[in-house]
């Protein structure tokens, strides 16, 4: 009996519904996530309020709509960012020579070698903090795991037989890396950067949470989990569905990217 991959059609429904949700919340809700009611604070979910209202008496439901945008564009912008010129400095180590590739290789472990929170606290610290301060310096951090598959990826190509021909007919360089290198080593790297992806949605937050993401009164999903901590006590849902959103978040892109992975690793076998 064929095995149906319900986990990966529900996981990607959601990265779908989020998806839209993150490009057009008006369409999940009309409610204006920073409009506050004094006579609603921290009222309970039900009525007019689905999920409830938080210290300021805000609609919990539309700035979970609203801040997915944030909360999502963090982890995909340091995603893309960190795919791009990772593979962009692989391949240059790869095709570029000995003394180009030792050099990237040692920046590249200079990088590895600080901290990962450490260098995103220097870049906030330099840049500000902010929602595209933040997916900088998750971007800077991950660079060079994808420059380092990359890499692995092209310098395994290089001796294939169709790679040789194509140097053989007279291609450039650039001509064989753009026709035949880079479409087989992406495949790796795009399986990468989606597993990826659901740890920078969690470091996006988690950089939201103590405050070096976006700023108030800006909905997002981390600094909702910040602004709910003093009200624990009495109140569970300001922290309760905004951590639920991060889960069903970063699940859904675990089972999608651990999907993709499986079928690379197949077609590589």
Do not use: C, K
């Not at 990088?111 to 900088?136: E, I, K, Q, R, Y």
């Amino acid at each position: 009996m064929r095995h149906r991959p319900y986990g990966l059609w529900a996981g990607t429904a959601i990265l779908v519904v989020l998806a839209v949700m993150a490009v057009a919340p008006g369409l999940f809700t009309a409610t204006d996530p920073n409009a506050a009611d004094v006579e609603a604070i921290l009222q309970a979910p039900g009525g007019s309020h689905w999920l409830g209202t938080d210290q300021n008496g805000r609609d919990l439901y539309a700035r979970i709509v609203y801040g997915a945008g944030p909360s999502l564009v963090i982890g995909a912008g340091a995603t893309a960012a960190a795919l791009v010129v990772g593979t962009l400095l692989g391949i240059a180590a790869a095709q570029s020579g000995r003394v180009v590739d030792q050099v990237l290789s040692r920046l590249l472990d200079v990088v590895l070698s600080v901290p990962g929170l450490l260098l995103v606290f220097l870049v906030v610290a330099v840049l500000g903090p902010g929602g595209t301060t933040a997916a900088v310096g998750l971007a800077v951090v991950s660079v060079p795991g994808f420059a380092r598959m990359a890499r692995a990826e092209v310098i395994g190509l290089r001796g294939h037989p169709y790679v040789e021909a194509a140097h053989g007919f007279g291609w450039s360089r650039p001509q064989v890396i753009a026709r035949h290198v880079l479409p087989n080593a992406l495949g790796p790297v795009l399986a990468l950067a989606t597993v990826s992806l659901g740890s920078m949605i969690v470091a996006g937050s988690s950089l939201s949470f103590v405050g070096l993401g976006p700023q108030p009164p800006t909905a997002e999903w981390g600094a909702m989990l910040a602004g709910s901590r003093e009200f624990l006590a009495f109140a569970w849902w300001p922290a309760a569905f905004p951590g639920a959103a991060i889960t069903m978040a970063v699940l859904a892109v675990t089972v999608v990217g651990q999907h993709l992975q499986r079928s690379v690793d197949r077609r590589q076998r």
